[in-house]
């Protein structure tokens, strides 16, 4: 029932509400985490490049995921690309907002670079290009209607990204579509690109 304002898109004063400032921290947390990751394993991993392309792939993915979450709630958001620099630059408090249309483009440029690192197929539980596909698939699909008109080229790139993903061997569909949602069953269902996993606790 304190869900409403959400269900029925009647936020009011959506600035002071604390679960989407929890949110927000949250997304934010990961994009840092996502971009010391990466500076590290480039400059200090001591593994061959194989398995540094497969982690600076995930959480670039990651990183373009908690960015998609962001652009879609508040439109026009920052984009950090080093977390270190702005800190030095005394700029962490003050971050120029890019605008939504650019966000975009560089989720999808994220999102790209990622599918190019990540492997084929991956052990279950981890991302691999179909899950970067799908994505890539959906930003493309949100974003062509971002400006107010439909973008064609957008769509058919949606398009195009969605039969990646179909035509991907190491997933295929779950006959029965409860599954996906069954603790017992949905994590680290074939069907499944990119999912939370959530530990249930007993007392």
């Known amino acids: 029932g ?3 304002v959400y269900t029925n898109m009647n936020m009011g ?6 679960n989407l400032v929890k949110m927000s921290e949250s997304l ?4 840092a985490q996502a971009n010391s ?8 991993a001591e593994v061959s490049q194989e398995v540094k392309d497969k982690y600076i792939g995930e959480f670039m993915l990651f990183k373009a995921c908690a960015y998609f979450y962001l652009v ?3 439109g026009d958001i920052p984009v950090i690309f080093d977390n270190s620099q702005i800190i030095a630059d ?6 120029t907002r890019t605008k939504k249309e650019d966000v975009y483009k560089y989720i999808l440029a994220t999102l790209m670079e990622a599918e190019s690192l990540l492997p084929d197929v991956a052990e279950p539980g ?7 596909q799908g994505l890539i698939s959906k930003v493309y699909l949100t974003a062509a209607g971002v400006t107010g008109s439909l973008n064609s080229a957008y769509l058919k790139k949606a398009v195009e990204y969605g039969e990646k993903v179909y035509d991907n061997i190491g ?3 779950e006959p029965e579509f409860a599954n996906l949602f069954r603790i017992s069953t949905g994590v680290n269902n074939a069907e499944g690109l990119v999912q939370f996993h959530w530990i249930c606790v007993y007392n």
């Open 2 to 4: 304190d869900k409403d």
């Open 13 to 18: 004063g959506a600035a002071g509400d604390e």
């Open 28 to 31: 934010w947390a990961i994009i």
């Open 37 to 44: 990751n990466i500076y590290n394993i480039q400059n200090y």
């Open 72 to 74: 879609r709630c508040w």
């Open 90 to 95: 005394g700029e962490s408090f003050s971050l």
């Open 126 to 132: 981890r991302v691999d290009k179909a899950s970067a």
């Open 171 to 173: 997933h295929q569909l």
